[in-house]
């Protein structure tokens, strides 16, 4: 056995001799083909204003990295072309710069397709081979990119170093299955492939502020997912099932859930109402399998020798596939069918790109949806009683059922000084709860119960405030006709749906 | 025969605060305070806090009365006081202290020192005298100036009371250093900025009238009113009230359910006037001995709790007098206590599950940031809910964690989720849960808030034995403390007049 060890050993280091020998003619003769495959992208963005959600913010410039796939299309991360106004790709060691347009782009899993008009663009370059598995701990993978905005190929050698869910920043809600690599990744790598034995197996993606020599890169499980999404033309996102869980683990729990020895499983806790579960599952249910596969007391699965948490299955899946669950209820199973829909959960307060921000202007007041984008940026004003609601509406609004009956919730963001509203600016960041006693549901709302009045007057309650704003109704219409002039504003509202409107 | 009798008053006058009248040197009534103090951790009920050390002034009022700032002795296991510079210390006890006024009375033995008189009313603009000492005992003193008078919200509580706002060229080490005018006593430094050279002083009138409620046992705190208003400033919200056109009156927004004036004012009434003074519609009022004040000042500073005043409302075009008899301030009485006193909270440890009541110190304890790193939906009750239960005495009753054990395998994870059932029966109060614990001999299952359909159940057969690991492994020397209470009945109740 020993020698048998020692035998490998000099196995190993004849072969690590060998390689090093041939390195520099391997790594470029296998690293041609890949170069010509790596693209730069130039992007100029302009960013929703939410604090004047009129206009966007100046444009600003920047650049990512990206590589072409099958199709005579570009791969990049959503997040280098969010927002974008105008696209540019450039080929490795080209000159000429093309204009570029989204084709798809996923923004809760961080991955856009681009096109290109131009054809030529694609002219003796090959699309990228995607690996068929996972590099695993400790493989050397190469990251190609473009960072610090460099206009040469830079290429960095990190090994990987975890393979595990993490957040995705851009969306700031989502989790999938990310792969951290010990290389740098900085601005501008990201959207460049992670090569592995010469194929893509990952993209750049993200950092971790604070850490040095950490890259975050979504890996091959979720470009696949994204790639078979946009098979049927359109990007519908992952489905979710939409389940708090408890672990059955304690003995107490297992036997008022009457759950016999040897059945595993986690007991439901609450449904969300948006997922799509809702209307399935409910509290006490324990799901026992899905797809076929126990599922343990703590969540996890064993697949391929590995142990997943039970969710990877429905992650795996395209909206309107099916989940088959085994449940535990009423002392009996159960086999359940869930069939994944779209997402559609206006609560997720998910950061939104690509749309501009709705708004309403009455009196001088700015109305606007609660959004993600809205609390970003009053940054520690979050730390004060009047913006606190907007935290816990964020977070707990399905929860404690403050969403019932709503759309939206419609918060005052703005006040544009007028002598209408001189003493209005006490009510900023709360929540409006009816207009001349109509109760806000969405933002169109407002339109409609500003129509009548309250005996000459326009009266604005909020959530948990007893002091409401009054303003005359007879001066609002020509103050605000004042007020849209006098600020440069283009229009009095912009609702995404205008079919809001009766 | 009247003036006669008018001189020999202003001489008994005189002659009484003679001794305390040393107009050169006012600083013989100073003492220097040392404190020990030690607080319950507001994290871990059952963990005391390290102790510290905290130094201080206080002024001699009277023959073994001292007067000093509340916040010097709060959570005081020790209090001693000494003579500047002096090594002899002597154990000092506190008769009353109030949170709510910033202010404890002190009994210790003061032989050799002189009694400070109070000062009259002082005007904005108004010379003062500071005094303080270096650690040799040598006085230092310092000239300051009055720069405003206004009604603040006191350094660590929330309830605005009547300060001096100074500008002194001495700069100030402790709190409670005295100032003075003419020999009196003006008041006592809350709070310095030493960049501004500002300090906030408790006045004089605060602290006077402090004494005389506390030399009257039992001494009840402040007056409050169970009101929140808003200013009536906007033009149309005038018309939509049907006000007249001047600039008089507030708008009452709510009161608070069982205090004095629930029942009396509304949401949409008016107050145009405030025990016998206009009220403008900022809230202001002419003070006869501060000029314009803060109504606030009329409750906290002019009156004390079972005082009857007269307030005029304006209610559907009506103007009309109504009798508000004053509360005062209880902290017993809230959903969400504010507890700035640091008393142990009620707990109990069952099976790794640690239960207690939401008050404002567990939520201050995570720091600066508190509103935003702490649990949401905790922080939304105290903010929006605080004073207002559902009936007089309830509680929000917490599973604060779950302390890792074989028992509670599973549930490691839960923490700040609001309990509605214990054993199936609902709470809104640790009584009740210890209630329930003593019928049922144990806490087998707990409901909470976000998982109403699934309880968190605890094994019966191994709960007794559980509780005394857990008290093992985790140090926890008493696994409840419950507090002695006296049930919470109706407030005085009031009726308009």
Not at chain 1, 72 to 91: G, K, L, P, W, Y
Not at chain 2, 409 to 436: H, L, W
Request: aromatic content about 6%; some cysteine; glycine content about 8%.
């Amino acid at each position: 056995m020993h020698n048998r060890m020692k035998y490998l050993q000099h196995v190993v280091l004849a072969v690590l001799s060998l390689s090093l020998a041939f390195l520099p003619d391997t790594s470029h003769a296998g690293l041609t083909r890949e170069r010509q495959s790596v693209v730069k992208i130039y992007v100029t963005v302009q960013q929703e204003d939410f604090q004047q959600p009129w206009q966007s913010r100046p444009p600003a410039s920047g650049s990512g990295s990206g590589f072409i796939i099958k199709g005579r299309r570009i791969m990049t991360n959503a997040h280098v072309v969010s927002d974008a106004r105008f696209i540019e790709v450039q080929r490795e060691g080209e000159a000429r710069k093309v204009p570029a347009t989204v084709a798809f782009i996923g923004h809760d899993c961080d991955i856009a397709v681009l096109q290109v008009k131009d054809e030529s663009f694609f002219d003796h370059a090959a699309p990228v081979t995607f690996g068929t598995t996972l590099p695993v701990l400790n493989d050397s993978v190469l990251v190609l990119g473009y960072p610090m905005g460099g206009d040469r190929l830079s290429l960095t050698k990190g090994v990987v170093s975890r393979i595990d869910y993490s957040l995705y920043t851009h969306s700031t809600v989502d989790s999938h299955l990310a792969m951290q690599v010990d290389a740098a990744i900085n601005p501008g790598n990201s959207g460049g492939p992670v090569l592995f034995n010469g194929k893509v197996v990952a993209i750049a993606f993200q950092g971790i502020m604070g850490a040095q020599n950490l890259g975050y890169t979504i890996p091959l499980p979720v470009i696949e997912h994204f790639l078979k999404d946009i098979e049927d033309g359109a990007y519908d996102g992952y489905p979710e099932l939409g389940v708090e869980h408890l672990e059955t683990s304690n003995p107490a729990l297992r036997s008022d859930l009457g759950l016999p020895p040897g059945l595993g499983g986690v007991a439901v806790v609450y449904v969300d109402p948006f997922g799509a579960a809702a209307g399935l599952l409910k509290p006490r249910d324990v799901l026992v399998s899905i797809d076929g596969h126990p599922i343990a007391q703590d969540g996890s699965v064993t697949l391929d020798n590995n142990s997943v948490e039970y969710t990877e299955f429905v992650e795996r899946k395209q909206c309107n596939e099916r989940i088959f669950l085994t449940l535990w209820r009423n002392q009996k199973t159960e086999a359940v069918v869930v069939p994944l829909k779209r997402r559609q959960d206006p609560f997720i307060f998910r950061q939104s790109y690509d749309r501009k921000p709705e708004y309403l202007i009455a009196g001088g007041l700015v109305f606007s949806p609660l959004s993600r984008g809205y609390m970003a940026t009053l940054g520690n004003e979050l730390n004060t009683p009047a913006a606190q609601r907007l935290l816990y509406t964020s977070q707990y609004a399905k929860l404690d059922h403050l969403h019932k009956g709503r759309k939206q919730f419609v918060i005052l963001t703005g006040r544009l000084p007028h002598p209408i509203n001189t003493y209005c600016s006490s009510h900023l960041n709360q929540i409006l709860a009816s207009v001349n006693g109509v109760s806000i549901l969405q933002l169109s709302d407002i339109q409609n119960a500003l129509k009548k009045t309250s005996a000459g007057f326009h009266i604005f309650r909020f959530e948990g405030n007893d002091n409401p704003l009054i303003l005359d109704a007879r001066l609002m219409d020509q103050a605000d006709t004042d007020i849209l002039s006098q600020y440069n504003i283009p229009a009095s509202h912009y609702f995404e749906n205008e079919e809001h409107l009766p | 025969m009247k003036q006669a009798l008018i001189a020999l008053f202003i001489i008994v006058i005189c002659v009484a605060q003679a001794p305390a009248s040393d107009t050169n040197n006012p600083a013989g009534c100073v003492v220097e305070v040392l404190v020990t103090a030690q607080r319950f951790d507001a994290l871990i009920p059952w963990k005391k806090g390290r102790p510290e050390s905290r130094a201080g002034y206080a002024v001699v009022i009277a023959e073994g009365r001292l007067i000093t700032t509340e916040d010097l002795v709060r959570n005081a296991v020790l209090v001693e006081i000494r003579r500047p510079g002096g090594a002899v210390k002597a154990k000092a006890s506190i008769v009353v202290a109030d949170p709510r006024v910033n202010a404890a009375l002190l009994s210790a033995p003061t032989d050799g020192l002189l009694p400070v008189g109070w000062s009259a009313t002082v005007k904005t603009g108004a010379k003062i005298q500071l005094a303080q000492f270096d650690e040799s005992g040598q006085q230092q003193n310092g000239d300051g100036r009055i720069t405003g008078i206004e009604v603040a919200t006191l350094p660590s509580v929330a309830q605005s009371i009547l300060t001096f706002e100074v500008l002194t060229d001495l700069k100030l080490a402790r709190i409670g250093t005295p100032a003075f005018h003419d020999g009196n006593l003006v008041g006592l430094v809350m709070q310095y900025n030493e960049g501004s050279q500002t300090s906030q002083v408790l006045p004089s009138a605060i602290l006077r009238r402090f004494v005389e409620a506390a030399d009257h046992p039992p001494y009840r705190g402040v007056a409050v009113a169970g009101l929140l208003w808003a200013p009536l400033l906007e033009p149309a919200k005038r018309q939509y009230y049907g006000l007249p056109d001047d600039d008089k009156g507030v708008l009452v927004l709510r009161t608070i359910p069982g205090s004095c004036t629930s029942g009396v004012l509304q949401s949409g009434d008016v107050i145009l006037s405030w025990d016998g003074q206009s009220v403008d519609s900022q809230g202001y009022y002419n003070d006869p001995d501060f000029g314009r004040l803060m109504m606030v000042h009329q409750i906290s500073g002019r009156r004390h709790p079972g005082e009857t005043i007269t307030v005029t409302r304006w209610r559907n075009q009506k103007k009309e007098d109504v009798q508000v008899i004053l509360d005062a301030y209880d902290d017993s009485r809230a959903l969400v206590p504010m507890n700035v006193e640091g008393k142990q909270a009620e707990y109990l440890v069952e099976g790794g599950l640690i239960l207690r009541e939401l008050s404002a110190d567990y939520l201050l304890a995570n720091g600066a940031q508190w509103i935003m790193r702490g649990n949401p939906r905790l922080v939304n009750l105290f903010l929006t809910r605080a004073q207002a239960p559902e009936k007089p005495g309830d509680r929000i009753v917490i599973l604060s964690r779950v302390l890792p054990h074989p028992i509670t395998a599973g549930y490691q994870n839960i923490r700040d989720e609001v309990i509605t059932r214990v054993n199936g029966k609902p709470i809104s109060t640790m009584q009740d849960v210890f209630a329930i614990r003593d019928k049922d001999g144990g806490i087998t299952r707990v409901t909470t808030q976000t998982a109403s359909g699934i309880d968190i159940v605890l094994d019966k057969a191994s709960l007794n034995e559980s509780n005394r690991q857990i008290s093992t492994l985790y140090g926890i020397t008493r696994l409840e403390h419950r507090n002695l209470r006296t049930p919470v009945g109706p407030l005085i109740s009031t009726t308009p007049r």
